[in-house]
Nanobody
Framework: QVQLVESGGGLVQAGGSLRLSCAASRFIFSRSEMGWYRQAPGKQRELVAGITSGGSTNYADSVKGRFTISRDNAKNTIYLQMNSLKSEDTAVYYC???????????WGQGTQVTVSS
């Protein structure tokens, strides 16, 4: 059974930092590109950052220079280090594993990030 378990969300003041974690089942982790998405109230879900199995990364323009995605293959875990947080970063953040048509696409349950101004 594929599982993505997120942790690390919470309430932080503007300018502060948070680190999100997503632990995945080994089977899907090794076969997927991993990423973080977010969805703010009334808005569509959007890609925040992605990382391939080889470690290549991509970021939304709105978070470049502030957020860093990384993966620990030994722990089957990805992280999202979020610095210089802004009120507009407030959203539910979702972990995503994209194994394509062969292995499927999976989502975590979401973790709330609230940035107070």
């Amino acid at each position: 059974q594929v599982q993505l378990v997120e942790s690390g969300g919470g309430l932080v003041q503007a300018g502060g930092s948070l680190r999100l974690s997503c632990a995945a089942s080994r089977f899907i982790f090794s076969r997927s590109e991993m990423g973080w998405y977010r969805q703010a109230p009334g808005k569509q879900r959007e890609l925040v950052a992605g990382i391939t199995s080889g470690g290549s990364t991509n970021y939304a323009d709105s978070v470049k220079g502030r957020f860093t995605i990384s993966r620990d293959n030994a722990k089957n875990t990805i992280y999202l280090q979020m610095n210089s947080l802004k009120s507009e970063d407030t959203a539910v953040y979702y972990c995503n594993a994209d194994g394509g048509r062969t292995w499927g696409v999976y989502w975590g349950q979401g973790t709330q990030v609230t940035v107070s101004s």
